[in-house]
């Protein structure tokens, strides 16, 4: 029974140790997300930049299909001619 004490004693103490470890994490956690911001910010306005003032290249253009009458067979050109 003694034992039992111990254990729930033990239990009792690892719960505000688990709660700081957790708070220090999320505090941590938190600074890392502020420099990820900021990093993302500048790429972002680093794309953007060179943007704004190069002109966008254009598409080569598509060459026409001429339109063309379909071949016949050669079965059929031979009654035409004859």
């Known amino acids: 029974m ?3 004490f111990v254990l729930l004693g033990l239990l009792l103490l690892a719960f505000p ?3 700081i470890a957790a708070l220090v ?3 941590g956690l938190g600074e ?3 420099r990820l911001e900021a990093r ?3 790429l972002e306005q680093g794309m953007a930049a060179p943007t704004t003032g190069a002109a966008v290249p254009e598409p080569p253009p598509v060459p026409q299909q001429q ?3 379909p071949r ?3 079965v059929c050109q ?3 001619r004859g």
């Open 17 to 19: 140790i688990i709660a």
């Open 2 to 4: 003694e034992l039992f």
């Open 72 to 74: 016949l067979p050669t």
């Open 25 to 27: 994490k999320s505090v």
């Open 78 to 80: 031979d009654a035409l």
């Open 32 to 34: 890392h997300l502020r």
């Open 40 to 42: 993302l910010a500048a």
């Open 67 to 69: 339109a063309r009458r």
